[in-house]
């Protein structure tokens, strides 16, 4: 995603976008790339 998209982004935007820390995090992802899962265990 071009950077000026996801500078526009919220975390969870970021996330559907595909948007990663690291490109291993595809595959292993970590806490700060899965935000939506915080938000489901909410509920």
Do not use: I
């Not at 595909?18 to 909410?42: H, I, M, N, Q, T």
Request: hydrophobic share 40%; aromatic share 4%.
């Amino acid at each position: 995603m071009p950077d000026k998209l996801k500078s526009k982004a919220n975390l969870v935007q970021r996330q559907l976008l595909g948007a990663v820390s690291d490109p291993l995090s595809f595959y292993l992802p970590r806490e700060e790339d899965v935000p939506l899962k915080a938000l489901v265990e909410l509920h």
